[in-house]
Each structure stands twice: as structure tokens, then as C-alpha cells.
């Protein structure tokens, strides 16, 4: 285990990961990629009507972190190592019939912030998908149902996602069936989300349910567009003061697309929560806004974006519930890369500028600036956990972040990432505790087959 004192270890910690990282880039590079590459179609009969596919990936990932939860605990300061592999099968019997099985393992070396070894970072060899796939092959709309364990995805993941910046992932085991012409998809699915048990076999929690519709229309007369509604129901809840069973409807709609010839990016989303919670009903809402400018024929193919987050709060503890559930969200993409804001309670806006110097190369920068849309709530972090109850406190002001990345893609099958991250804290954060600026440092590399 390395403990970090300041940034004069973090930086050459990370430099040590990243130059390890490098010299593979040049040797991926050089590899020209294959028609088909091999082991991704492999016939299993005479007429090639059977056939497997095998997959994997190895992703390696250091961090390094200083003043984790803004200096909260008596040894905010670590850094630590994260591994991953999964490896696949999917097997196709005909048109009709698919299995496809996934595997995983999911390690770090010590890690000594609070925490520990949490449910997100280590998982012993588990099945992280495993499911029957049935189609059936009509003239202009295909159907198929989708019955065992498996990773959901909608939009741009605000709401549900697998997770994959979680060492462990995350998965659903349950239902799903889809129907889908040229113009638009519908997914319909009732699941409940698996549960990382670490040393023991993932189960799925029979105490939540996940279930819901999705619709997507495709861009053509209109911009493509996306309607949902998600059912979300938990034995046990505390919100802000308010206990009891939890049933809980979510109803949003997604617009997204470009104009004026592709300069002009935006993505829109917006949902409401209605239901009830214990003795008190609830209502509450978020709103997202995502827009880009890109010059053409600029040098490095600049990107200039800016977005604002809104997600609900509580006015007073205990009662009915404003505060919005985020469900199984991406949060790791949009509301800063230490995580310690979700899309509860929160109002965010952000700028920043992405380029691409070289066709395989991208760096982007953002900064975001986080406020609690009610003073009488938490602030909640990427998980959906209280990171700092109100307490006493009148400021809503939770800090200002600054997130660099840079993304390489070494080759078909190789991309390196690296990032650093600084979270300066605000007023509300002063009033509740510990108030030091999170540092936050990475650099991964991962191999995809």
C-alpha cells in the first residue's frame, strides 16, 4: 500500500502508471486489425447456422486521492490499484436462440479510506451477465425476450446504467422484451438489481424492484426522442426524515440530436417522481440540458460545451419527499469525477472545452459549479448516499470542481485513460465539518477483445 502525503507523491505515482501505459501504445498500434478477428465467430456446424463468439477484457486502473470526503476522515489521503477481468461466451443456435454468459473478477490492493473495500471495488470470480435470448423475425417488427441476468442501459444512463466506471459493474436479473421497427425500439422489463456479496455468489435483491418502459424514436422527421417510465419499489427506505416502504413512479422524456449542419450538439432530458413513501407522497423532479458548439476546419477540433443538472430536494425532514431518487445512474459522468455529488438535491451547471489533437487522441476539461436546491436537505454523493447532513447550516454553496481527462486509443482493442480532479469546497461545507479541497488522481489502461 502507498499512502499519499501531498501532490509531490501523487504526480509521480501516477506518471510511473501512465509511462508503464505508454509503452504499450506503440506496440498495439503497429498490430493492423484483422477482417474478422479471430475467436469472434466460431461455427459450430455444418452450415454455420450455430455459432460462438468469445469476448474479454483486462482493465487496470491506480488512484490516487487526497482529502477524500473534503478531509472528513483521520486518514483522507491513499492510493491504491484496481483490477479487472471479464470474459464472455455467446452462443447463437439459429436465428431464434441466443446464451450468452459473462464472468468476472473485480480486485485493489489495500485501500484504507473510509469505505474500505467496498461492494463497488472488489468482487471475487462472479457471473456478472448470464441469459436466454428469444427472437422472433417479423416482416417490420422484431420481437425478442431477454430472461436471466443482465446489464440495462437507457439513453444517456442519467438514470440507468451498468456502471461501467464501478470495478464491479452492475447488473439486473429479470425480464426484458423488445420490439422494434426502423422508426423506434420499446423495451418493456421488470427486474431487481444483483447484489455484490464480495467472497459469496451475487444475488439479486427480492427486496427492490426495477421495472418499466422505454421508448426511443430514431432521428428522422423529428429529433430522435426518448420516452420512459420506471417503476422503482424498496421494502425499506429513509429519505430526509421519512421512513416506510418505498413506490415510486418515474415519467421523462429525452430530446437529443444536432443542427446547423452538425456545429450545434444539444441533449435534453426532464423527469417527474410521484408515489408514495411511509405516510408521505412524493413529488419531485430533475432537468438536464446538454449543448455543444464545434467550429469546423478549427485545429484540434475544439468542442465548447455547457450543460445544467437539476435534480429535486427536500423543504423540511420528515413529511411528504421532494427529494429526487436517482435510481441506477451514471452519476460518475456528469456531475464530476470524485463523486461526491449525485443527481439528488443538487443544481449544477458546467462549462468546458474538448480537443482532439490527433484522431486518437482526446482531452477534455469541465468545470462545474455544485449548489443544494433546498437548504433543508442533504448533500447526497454518485452513490445516493448522504455525504454531508444539513445540520444547522443556511449556505446551499457545496464547492466548485475542476475535472481534466485525456483518452488515448492505442488500436483496435487498447485505450488509456488518465485524470485529475480538484473539488474546492464551498460554504456548506465549511458550515457541516472538515472543509480541504479533494484531489483526485488517475490512470487506467484497458485491453477489450
Given amino acids: 500500500m502507498m499512502k499519499i502525503v501531498d501532490s509531490r507523491v501523487m504526480k509521480p505515482f501516477l506518471a510511473r502508471v501512465l509511462a508503464a501505459l505508454a509503452l504499450a501504445a506503440p506496440l498495439q498500434a503497429q498490430q493492423p486489425a484483422p477482417a474478422r478477428p479471430p475467436l469472434k465467430h466460431i461455427e459450430l456446424n455444418g452450415n454455420g447456422s450455430v455459432w460462438l463468439a468469445l469476448g474479454g477484457q483486462v482493465r487496470v486502473r491506480g488512484e490516487g486521492w487526497r482529502n477524500f470526503g473534503f478531509g472528513a476522515p483521520a486518514d483522507p489521503n491513499d492510493a491504491f490499484v484496481l483490477g ?22 473485480a480486485a485493489l490492493t489495500d485501500r484504507n479510506l473510509p469505505g474500505g473495500r467496498r461492494t463497488s471495488d472488489a468482487d471475487d470470480a462472479d457471473l456478472q451477465q448470464g441469459y436466454v435470448e428469444f427472437s422472433l423475425e417479423g416482416k417490420a417488427r422484431p420481437l425478442a425476450a431477454r430472461v436471466g441476468r443482465q446489464e440495462l442501459l437507457f439513453g444517456r444512463q442519467r438514470l440507468v446504467s451498468p456502471l461501467d466506471w464501478s470495478n464491479t459493474l452492475r447488473s439486473f436479473e429479470g425480464v426484458r422484451l423488445t420490439l422494434s421497427d426502423t422508426r ?18 451475487n444475488r439479486w435483491d427480492g427486496d427492490v424492484d426495477l421495472y418499466g ?15 420512459y417510465w420506471f417503476g422503482f419499489r424498496r421494502a425499506a427506505a429513509t429519505v430526509n426524515g421519512t421512513t416506510g416502504r ?13 443542427r446547423a449542419g452538425g456545429h450545434v450538439e444539444y441533449d435534453l432530458e426532464a423527469a417527474y417522481q ?14 438536464a440540458a446538454d449543448l455543444a458548439y464545434l467550429p469546423k476546419g ?17 423543504a423540511a425532514p420528515g413529511g411528504n419527499v421532494g427529494t429526487f431518487n436517482q435510481l441506477f445512474p451514471l452519476g460518475h459522468a456528469f456531475l464530476g469525477f470524485i463523486d461526491v455529488v449525485g443527481r439528488q438535491n443538487v443544481v449544477a451547471p458546467n462549462a468546458g472545452v474538448a480537443l482532439k489533437p490527433a484522431p486518437t487522441l482526446t482531452i477534455d476539461g469541465t468545470v462545474s459549479r455544485f449548489t443544494r436546491a433546498s437548504a433543508g436537505d442533504a448533500l447526497y454523493n ?15 454553496a457545496v464547492g466548485t470542481e475542476l475535472d481534466l481527462l485525456a483518452t488515448y486509443r492505442a488500436g483496435p482493442h487498447v485505450s488509456i485513460t488518465t485524470g485529475y480532479s480538484r473539488c474546492w469546497p464551498g460554504g456548506f461545507i465549511r458550515q457541516t465539518g472538515a472543509a480541504r479541497p479533494i484531489e483526485f488522481a488517475y490512470g487506467s489502461v484497458t485491453l477489450s477483445y
Avoid: C
Fill in 84 to 105: 479487472r477481468l471479464l470474459a464472455s461466451a455467446d452462443l447463437h443456435a439459429g436465428r431464434h436462440l441466443r446464451l450468452f454468459v459473462q464472468g468476472k473478477g
Fill in 184 to 201: 423506434w425500439t420499446l423495451d418493456g422489463f421488470f427486474t431487481h438489481p444483483v447484489r455484490i456479496l464480495k467472497s459469496d455468489f
Fill in 213 to 227: 418502459l422505454y421508448v426511443q424514436k430514431k432521428p428522422g422527421v423529428i429529433p430522435a426522442l426518448d420516452l
Fill in 246 to 258: 418505498e413506490n415510486r413512479h418515474t415519467l421523462g422524456a429525452r430530446l437529443f440530436g444536432n
Fill in 274 to 287: 410521484l408515489g408514495t413513501l411511509g405516510a408521505g407522497n412524493i413529488a419531485a423532479g430533475m432537468f
Fill in 298 to 314: 478549427v485545429p484540434g477540433a475544439p468542442r465548447f460545451h455547457a450543460g445544467l443538472d437539476y435534480a429535486g430536494g427536500d
Fill in 382 to 396: 454518485a452513490s445516493g448516499s448522504v455525504e454531508r447532513a444539513p445540520g444547522t447550516a443556511v449556505s446551499r
